[in-house]
């Protein structure tokens, strides 16, 4: 028996470009949030907390948004996650109140 993938919604060419146009909205948002971070303009704890309310800013993989920190870079933000015991494919919104503890632990002393 073969294994069918499943297939993507049949949308019509508006709900398509909707679609489209609000992935890209999204992606923006979430590049100017992490350049903020690298600036050093919103710290790691606004970002956290914002995530609470904010699903653009919550659906951002914590790897990336540590990446983004300034002294952090990619080898150092896995390092940090594998300490504090988080998934690499973990997003902002899953992350436990021990584990934003940590990070913002971490973060503050680098």
Do not use: F, Y
Request: charged share 30%; no cysteine.
């Amino acid at each position: 028996m073969v294994a069918r993938m499943p297939q993507p919604p049949a949308l019509t060419p508006e709900q398509r470009q909707a679609a489209l146009d609000k992935a890209a909205k999204v992606r923006r948002e979430r590049a100017e949030v992490k350049e903020k971070l690298k600036m050093g303009s919103i710290t790691l704890s606004e970002l956290l907390t914002r995530a609470e309310n904010d699903e653009t800013v919550g659906k951002m993989k914590v790897l990336s948004v540590l990446e983004s920190l300034p002294g952090l870079g990619k080898v150092k933000a896995r390092r940090l996650m594998e300490t504090v015991g988080i998934s690499e494919s973990r997003r902002l919104q899953g992350l436990g109140a021990n584990q934003r503890g940590a990070l913002l632990t971490h973060t503050s002393k680098s």
